[in-house]
């Protein structure tokens, strides 16, 4: 009776799939400080996909329409379920103002970049209030030529956000109902959005009632403060807490979708480290179970710190050499690594 139960199981589950799990979709929003934007996009198939049959386009400040200059078409390919990151092109670390790079710790994060010039492509200068659409089709025609006249029709995918909405205004959307009064909290600026692991489909309805951000999405400050193991803020020389970007979740996307939610096996140690990259070489290491040791190994693969710790979290310094480094941290539930960044 249980294999009964268990087939009959599968069945349905696999049929949710076909129906549910068939298309790409939008699994994170970035509306960070300045020019730190970003996009990911999840694939919940068995197969890879082409990116370059896709745009990205941006419906800015409640348009009810866009045009090609408002939209990019990407490029590369996403593996079956993996995911692709799209970040706004502003790598310049000379850049001021509205130029003003895009930060390191987000710039590693990328599989690709776009619109780095906005005069000629505005499509990744969402600001919180602004609608993002994922369509499937290419882009033809002048930079003035409305999306809708291009044939054959883009479909949309998915979709962030209310077309045609300001809301706020020109703050973003909220947690109180109607979610466009600003009323409660904003969640859309500032924030990183993360699709809930029990989304298995995108929004392709351009005409819904409401945007309620929280429906479908976890939000999270785009920005956080440096902390030691103690709880305390960690300061910079001049005295003032450390910041850094809140985006340790981009690159990669729980979902129900995967296969291994079927007969999920049971999860390795995850840990994070922060703020990566560093500008001194010191991190925070902290993992969902006690840590034992903490190996640094450099490009070279030479061993340049081991530290050795009985705790969920350790602050260690690998020196001021700029670099790529690797960090083992060694548990009681096995070995997990992480690549880090010393500027």
């Known amino acids: 009776m249980k294999k009964a139960l268990l087939f009959v199981s599968l069945f349905t ?27 990911e996009i999840y694939n919940p198939t068995n197969a890879a996909i082409d990116l370059s049959e896709y745009i990205i386009a941006r419906y800015s400040n409640g348009a009810n329409t866009a045009t090609i200059a408002n939209a990019v078409q990407l490029t590369g390919t996403v593996a079956a379920h993996d995911v692709y990151v799209a970040v706004l092109d502003k790598r310049d670390p000379l850049g001021t103002g509205q130029e003003a790079p895009v930060w390191d710790s987000l710039q590693v994060k990328a599989d690709g ?136 979740s981009l690159g990669t996307h729980a979902c129900n979708c995967s296969p291994l939610a079927v007969n999920k096996l049971p999860e390795l140690t995850q840990f994070s480290v922060f703020p990566n990259p560093s500008v001194d070489g010191t991190f925070n290491v902290v993992a969902t179970a006690g840590i034992e040791k903490i190996v640094v190994i450099n490009g070279l693969g030479q061993t340049v710190k081991t530290v050795k710790a009985n705790s969920n979290s350790a602050v260690i310094n690998i020196g001021d050499a700029p670099g790529v480094y690797i960090i083992k941290v060694e548990t009681g539930n096995g070995i997990v690594t992480k690549r880090v960044i010393v500027k």
């Open 13 to 39: 589950l696999g049929s949710t799939f076909a129906q549910d799990c068939s298309k790409l979709f939008i699994s994170e929003y970035v509306e960070g400080w300045s020019n730190n934007k970003a996009i």
């Open 113 to 248: 970049f776009y619109a780095p010039v906005y005069a000629t492509n505005n499509s990744f200068y969402w600001n919180g209030n602004d609608a993002v659409v994922l369509f499937k089709g290419t882009l033809t025609g002048a930079a003035t030529t409305q999306l809708t006249a291009i044939t054959p029709a883009l479909v949309p995918i998915d979709i962030f956000g209310k077309i045609g909405e300001n809301p706020g205004p020109n703050t973003g959307w909220s947690t109180t109902a109607p979610y466009n009064t600003g009323a409660g909290t904003v969640v859309t600026v500032d924030h990183s959005l993360i699709r809930k692991s029990t989304v298995l489909k995108g929004v392709t309805n351009v005409a819904i009632t409401e945007f309620n951000a929280l429906a479908e999405y976890d939000s999270i400050p785009a920005n956080t403060y440096l902390f030691d193991i103690n709880g305390d803020t960690i300061k910079s020389n001049a005295g003032n807490p450390i910041q850094f970007g809140n985006w340790a």
